[in-house]
T-cell receptor, first 115, second 115 residues
């Protein structure tokens, strides 16, 4: 059974810091890994999607890496801003010939960036 | 705005009530999803529809009944719920379920409270 774990559960940093969020998964048979952002009381916004054949993806100040063999992904946020404050969710898409496209989520890391 | 809308945004209901949640996507996608987000638990997939056909039922109790009349609309009919069913219910859509580049777009959710 695929399990996704995110560490830390919460993180508070001063503005301007570079930071790393961690995600680990137990089964390397995945289609892809995605990072989402969720603001309080709102839905999820997709930030980055890394296909299983890729090692990393970048978008602006965000960089996500994927190491399938070790079951790990990291989300790197450069020069953090107060507007980055949110919960960040990692999810893997489970690979199965008869049941594709199922997202398995971690519990998230709640980030607070202080001005 | 992600192109996925949900109504109502908030719902309070008694255990004997019958209500429905509605989701509509304006993205021309073919797959739609219902997720449940409870406090202190990872986001859980409930149902998946691909081209109006249900392709996933994640062992959801029968008091939750989904309906997908077309690719743009998804409903979740609720009856005789329990207080532990109180949660944020999120709808999502994607172009096509089961591809390695498929990204899901989420609605803002319906916050459900069962008294």
């Amino acid at each position: 059974k695929q399990e996704v774990t995110q560490i830390p559960a919460a993180l508070s940093v001063p503005e301007g810091e570079n930071l790393v969020l961690n995600c680990s998964f137990t089964d390397s048979a995945i289609y892809n890994l995605q990072w989402f952002r969720q603001d309080p009381g709102k839905g999820l916004t997709s930030l980055l999607l890394i296909q299983s054949s890729q090692r990393e993806q970048t978008s602006g100040r965000l960089n996500a890496s994927l190491d399938k063999s070790s079951g790990r992904s990291t989300l790197y946020i450069a020069a953090s801003q107060p507007g980055d404050s949110a919960t960040y969710l990692c999810a893997v898409t489970r690979y199965s010939s008869g049941n594709t496209g199922k997202l398995i989520f971690g519990q998230g890391t709640t980030l607070q960036v202080k001005p | 705005e992600t192109g996925v809308t949900q109504t109502p945004r908030h719902l309070v209901m008694g255990m004997t009530n019958k209500k429905s949640l509605k989701c509509e996507q304006h993205l021309g996608h073919n797959a739609m999803y219902w997720y449940k987000q409870s406090a202190k638990k990872p986001l859980e997939l409930m149902f998946v529809y691909n081209f109006k056909e249900q392709t996933e039922n994640n062992s959801v109790p029968s008091r939750f009944s989904p309906e997908c009349p077309n690719s743009s609309h998804l409903f979740l009919h609720l009856h005789t719920l329990q207080p532990e069913d109180s949660a944020l219910y999120l709808c999502a859509s994607s172009q096509k379920q089961g591809t390695s580049t498929d990204t899901q777009y989420f609605g803002p959710g319906t916050r459900l409270t069962v008294l």
